[in-house]
């Protein structure tokens, strides 16, 4: 059941997927070019994916609100927590959509600006992306679309502006964020990944339980 929630969101989207993976394939292209300093790849990556999980996100919700989907799917069989589920399953395939086609653009070499990114820094984008979604679904679960629906809005279209400027000044300051090694290099390049499914583990169980308990 829970692959048939994930299916109608994509479904639900459509319209949209032939902009967004173009989009995905060329953004992170054309954001490295423009900005020219070493974290560039992972800003540009970084960009990308908050904005494309952003706008088929929102459009889902949109959608649902609009036609009062998620009243409806209540009437059926399928559970309210199965509803949440692929909200969150949405956004990890399209986060994992969006780190192919990356990879794919610098396997081809399409552009001598963008850089392979490491494990690490995957991870990173990752469970940043994870702290986004797993405030911003329960929130809006609690209070639907219409009432939230401006709070990731600012964060993601400032985040081109703000995050490239920050990079900036922490690489000319020469600011680094160091973290005492206490674990193996490869268990602790894995550390974000696992910081990512607890994070988006204990969002999921917050919004299933406001969803339940919620009366539509």
Avoid at 95 to 123: D, H, K, N, R, V
Wanted: proline share 4%.
């Amino acid at each position: 059941m829970l692959f048939h929630l994930v299916k109608k969101d994509l479904l639900l989207t459509k319209k949209y997927w032939l902009f967004m993976i173009i989009f995905a394939f060329v953004a992170p292209i054309i954001i490295s070019a423009k900005l020219g300093f070493s974290n560039d790849g992972f800003i540009s990556l970084l960009i990308t994916v908050l904005f494309t999980e952003y706008v088929l996100f929102n459009s889902v919700s949109m959608l649902e609100e609009k036609s009062k989907g998620s009243v409806l799917l209540c009437t059926t069989p399928y559970k309210r927590d199965g509803v949440i589920k692929a909200k969150y399953l949405l956004i990890l395939i399209i986060f994992l959509g969006c780190i192919i086609l990356y990879a794919l653009s610098t396997f081809i070499g399409i552009s001598p600006t963008l850089q392979t990114l490491s494990i690490e820094q995957m991870g990173v984008i990752m469970l940043l992306v994870s702290l986004f979604f797993g405030i911003l679904i329960p929130v809006q679960v609690k209070f639907g679309y219409e009432k939230t629906k401006y709070i990731g809005f600012f964060i993601v279209f400032l985040t081109p502006f703000v995050l490239p400027h920050l990079m900036k000044w922490m690489e000319g300051a020469n600011i680094r964020i160091d973290v005492p090694l206490l674990l193996s290099k490869p268990i602790f390049a894995w550390l974000p990944f696992i910081a990512s499914i607890i994070i988006g583990f204990v969002s999921m169980l917050v919004s299933v339980k406001i969803y339940t308990n919620k009366d539509l």
